[in-house]
Each structure stands twice: as structure tokens, then as C-alpha cells.
């Protein structure tokens, strides 16, 4: 492990400034992926900030109806809330279905978001990676690339973004508040990750020394019939092979409004409009559900080892939508 | 653990997700001991021995009650 600098940030406007004076510097608050990342050689950070005290620890109700998610909240307690589990369902499940009891006691929600993808390359620091090195090469097209992305991908980088968090996010159009040198600013959750592109070294627009100080979730009365559903290889502690965030207004068979997004498929959780907008107007039924969910998929690129990503998202996104019409869901 | 199950925290086997009250049974308790650092968590004897444990748990403030019933 490289020696490095530690500073505890007095607020968060020091925190920004500190890390505007360091390019190799980097924010440090549940230090649930980065500590590993600082263990295993794949970051090299120069300093960390320290963030984790900042008073960004509170869920508040916003005037509009919606919830305010400081940076800080943990997992486990915004997992726990009561006006997540009531309002939200489909959050309080994703965040559930994530890590585990102790990881989820430690991992913010800002930290949360900026997590790295798990692809075994970029954790190997004894092979090449685009997103790790720009540049070196991405052996996962040719080698093992099982858990990696059938949407959104490109030549220089196939990773799937690993949140299970960010998936009911975008779901539910949340909206990122940031602090950076020249003051705040918004940014929707579903512009806030990048694909990678020719950059994959660079997951969202998110500009060095910008600190994340809250989540803003727009109220969504339908949201309250709403569920997270995630496909992995164990039943617990494992990151998904697909998943699905959903929210359903159906009103005599008909579907008024939805929300999907999908998880384990693409570099970023993948907000599907494509699916939204066969449902919305169509009739609440098993064929509508099916040809929604492969219009989303039509322009899927599987490689032999993920291929069977296509029918699993697909076959998930259809049987979320039915438990969703059904009763006493 | 049993504390953030009395206080009704859901995990992510909960059917519901707003009950007050968490019954530990075996699906909830291995969920619950998932990514255990000793891996050892969710084994064969170590399920009943945390049900019991939680069921342990409980007994005292059962007998404290009817000992206070007793009481004159």
C-alpha cells in the first residue's frame, strides 16, 4: 500500500477547497470500496479527505412532497426509515439487497453512488484496464466478462455499474445536490453517470473536488407499488446478474404511469424509456409486459459469456411488472 | 442483530416491509448473519443457537412481568 496524506476536513466548504488544491487527493467517508481499492493497488490516492463527521446525516421531507437524503446517511438507516419504507419501497429493498449488515453500517449513500465497478480486471492491478489505466486495454471482451454489460457498453470498456441503490434511484428520477468550488448545483441522477465511451476513467460528469451533499427524491405517490428484484448467484451477499427497480400505476388494466429501471446490464443503472413508453397507456397484461421489456433490450450487444442476460432481463423485468398488478403487493 | 430486528428493521427477506414486529425465523436469521465476517455465520447449529439466544432474549422480561403480577 502507497503512503498518503490524511486530513479531516473541518466543513464541507474546507473539504472542497482541500481537495481543489490536491488533483490526487480524494474524499474518504465509509471507505467501504475505497479502503479495499488502497489495499489492493488500484487507487493510489496522494490524500484523503476525511468527511464521513460533515452534518449531511439527516433524511429530511421536502416542501414539494419529497424526501431530502443527506450524503452521509448510512444504508442501513435510510433502509430503515419509516418514510422510505412506506413511500419508497423499492429503495428501501434495493439498499437491502445490497452488501451486507456490517458493510451497510459503514457505506453512505454519496459514497454509494461513486462506488467502482467490480469488473475482475479493473481489481486486478496485474492487468490491463481501460477504466483503471487509460489506454492499456480491456482483456474482458475476449476473456471473462460472465457478470459484464449487454447495454451501453463500448470497445474501450463493457463494465456493469454495481449499485443496487442507484438502480431504485434513477427509478424514481432522485436528483444529486453537489458542492464544488463555485458553489452548488443539481444534477439528475439519470445524467449523473457516464458511459464509458472513449473515457472510461471517468464514471460520472462529477468534476474533481465536487463533494455530493444530498439526494432529492421527487414525491411519486405511486411509488408506494413499487418493488426492487434482484437476480444473483447466491441468495445473499452478491452482486446482481440483473435486477429490476420498478413502480406501477395501473388503473382498471391499464397502465397509467411507470417507472424501470434495470441493474447489472449496462456501465450505469439503466433508466429503460424504451419499456416505459410501450406501458404507459397500455393494457396492465403478461404480452404488454413482454414487449415492453424487449423493446428496452433490442439493442443489446451480449457477448457469448452474458448472453443469457438478454432472457434474464427480460423474463425479471416481466415478472416484477406481474407482481406489481397483482394483489396485496 | 436482535436488536435491529425487535426495533422492526426489515432485511431483504422481509415480506413486509412496514411491520413493526420481525419474527427471527431461519430464512431471516441466515439473511441477517449474511457476510458475517467469521463465515462460519448462517451454519447448520449456529441458526437454532441464534434462535434460541433471541427466544432467551425475551424470557426475562417475560418472567419480570409475572413476577411483578405476583407481587401484593
Not at chain 1, 471517468?202 to 414525491?219: C, F, K, N, S, W
Request: aromatic share 4%; with cysteine.
Amino acid at each position: 500500500m502507497n503512503p498518503f496524506r490524511y486530513e479531516r476536513a473541518s466543513d464541507a466548504e474546507s473539504a472542497v477547497a482541500l481537495l481543489g488544491q490536491e488533483p490526487g487527493g480524494v474524499f474518504l467517508a465509509g471507505g467501504t470500496n475505497l479502503v479495499d481499492h488502497l489495499r489492493l493497488g488500484v487507487r493510489q490516492p496522494e490524500l484523503l479527505i476525511e468527511i464521513s463527521h460533515l452534518p449531511y446525516d439527516r433524511i429530511e421531507p421536502l416542501p414539494d412532497g419529497g424526501v431530502r437524503i443527506g450524503a452521509l446517511v448510512r444504508n442501513s438507516d435510510l433502509a430503515a426509515d419509516r418514510t422510505i419504507r412506506t413511500s419508497y419501497p423499492l429503495l428501501a429493498q434495493a439498499l437491502l439487497a445490497g452488501a451486507s449488515g456490517q458493510l451497510r453500517n459503514l457505506a453512505t449513500t454519496g459514497g454509494n453512488l461513486l462506488q467502482r465497478t467490480r469488473c475482475v480486471y479493473f481489481q486486478d492491478i496485474t492487468r490491463p484496464c481501460n477504466k483503471r489505466i487509460p489506454g492499456s486495454g480491456c482483456p474482458a471482451r475476449e476473456g471473462y466478462h460472465r457478470e459484464l454489460a449487454i447495454l451501453g457498453a463500448s470497445e474501450a470498456c463493457i463494465t456493469t455499474h454495481p449499485s443496487d441503490m442507484a438502480v431504485a434511484l434513477v427509478a424514481l428520477d432522485a436528483v444529486v445536490r453537489v458542492l464544488g468550488p463555485q458553489g452548488e448545483r443539481t444534477i439528475p441522477l439519470v445524467d449523473f453517470y457516464r458511459l464509458p465511451g472513449e473515457e472510461p476513467q471517468r464514471d460520472t460528469v462529477l468534476q474533481h473536488g465536487e463533494l455530493i451533499t444530498a439526494v432529492d427524491l421527487p414525491p411519486l405517490a405511486f411509488a408506494t407499488r413499487s418493488h426492487y428484484r434482484k437476480v444473483r448467484d447466491r441468495a445473499s451477499y452478491s452482486f446482481a446478474l440483473v435486477s429490476v427497480a420498478a413502480a406501477l400505476d395501473v388503473a382498471d388494466g391499464v397502465v397509467r404511469d411507470v417507472r424501470i429501471a434495470l441493474g447489472g446490464v449496462a456501465p450505469r443503472p439503466w433508466r429503460a424509456t424504451k419499456a416505459e413508453a410501450v406501458l404507459r397507456g397500455a393494457p396492465a397484461t403478461e404480452e404488454v409486459f413482454g414487449r415492453a421489456a424487449e423493446a428496452e433490450l433490442a439493442e443489446a450487444q451480449p457477448l457469448p459469456g452474458n448472453a443469457f442476460k438478454v432472457p434474464l432481463a427480460r423474463n425479471t423485468l416481466v415478472r416484477t411488472l406481474l407482481d406489481l398488478t397483482g394483489e396485496g403487493v | 442483530m436482535l436488536r435491529e430486528a425487535e426495533a422492526g428493521w426489515p432485511s431483504a427477506v422481509s415480506a413486509d416491509l412496514t411491520a413493526s414486529h420481525v419474527t427471527l425465523d431461519d430464512e431471516e436469521i441466515r439473511e441477517r448473519m449474511s457476510g458475517n465476517l467469521c463465515r462460519c455465520a448462517a451454519y447448520a447449529n449456529i441458526v437454532p443457537a441464534i434462535r434460541q439466544v433471541a427466544q432467551q432474549a425475551q424470557e426475562p422480561l417475560r418472567t419480570q412481568q409475572v413476577g411483578k403480577e405476583a407481587q401484593p
